[in-house]
């Protein structure tokens, strides 16, 4: 399994309040994504990152913001958390974008509500 | 990314083959057709890809019609750790854009005794 670590696993918190959930690799992968999976939804890219310091938005980005100060960690930040974003959230990460069929791998995501 | 349309559940007797059929019939030459699973409360398991060829590896075989209209993820010897639910996805390569991956609802295959 591709080695990717997502913490917390869990995580309760109320309306209003910063989160910051991580995803650390160990693969030297370049590239990162967040997702977020409601039910009816499927999962849903939030930002992704093609290099350190090298982030862009996906479909669902507003209320997010991320940031990748090292190959093997991408952070991603709740500003002020609302009850929309209760969800579950993935990491993934792939060796190449969107020139090569490499797949993605994902971590075993975090549980996230907020109250 | 063309649509992928996949029956909602299916059941396999746990040893037999599951077969688990997939439709695309509106993919592009440069899509790429992927498998993953996600067991209840894990994140998604790459399985396997292919763009026209057959493929198989250690988990999975997986058949592709010669028209790429439609597809077949073989898992022959199934077991009990193979329920879960399976997501067929069409996905363009060379876009220029995010490589989002653009999972459907997937079928639930129930293994059983």
């Known amino acids: 399994d591709a080695g990717i670590t997502q913490s917390p696993r869990h995580k309760v918190t109320e309306t209003g309040t910063p989160v910051t959930l991580r995803c650390h690799q160990t693969?030297?992968?370049?590239?990162m994504y967040w997702y977020r999976q409601d039910p009816g939804h499927g999962l849903r890219l939030i930002h992704y990152?093609?290099?350190?310091?090298?982030?862009d938005k996906g479909e669902v980005s507003d209320g997010y913001s991320v940031s990748r100060s090292k190959t093997e960690d991408f952070l991603l930040t709740l500003e002020s958390a609302t009850s929309s974003q209760t969800s579950v959230y993935f990491c993934?990460?792939?060796?190449?974008?969107?020139?090569?069929?490499?797949?993605?791998?994902f971590g075993d995501g975090t549980r996230l509500s907020i109250l | 990314d063309a649509k992928t349309t996949q029956p909602t559940s299916m059941d396999c007797a746990e040893g037999r083959a599951a077969n688990l059929p997939c439709n695309h019939s509106?993919?592009?030459?440069?899509?790429?057709v992927y498998w993953y699973r996600q067991i209840h409360s894990q994140g998604p398991q790459y399985i396997i890809h292919?763009?026209?060829n057959n493929e198989t590896n250690e988990m999975a075989s997986l058949i592709i019609t010669e028209d790429r209209k439609s597809s077949t993820l073989i898992l022959p010897h199934a077991t009990l750790r193979d329920t879960a639910v399976y997501y067929c996805?069409?996905?363009?390569?060379?876009?220029?854009?995010?490589?989002?991956?653009?999972f459907g609802t997937g079928t639930r295959l129930q293994v059983t005794l």
């Open positions: 693969e030297n992968h370049r590239y």
């Open positions: 509106t993919i592009s030459g440069n899509e790429y």
């Open positions: 292919g763009l026209k």
């Open positions: 996805i069409a996905k363009r390569i060379n876009t220029g854009t995010a490589s989002k991956l653009t």
């Open positions: 993934a990460i792939s060796e190449y974008g969107t020139s090569s069929n490499q797949p993605q791998h």
């Open positions: 990152s093609y290099g350190v310091k090298d982030t």
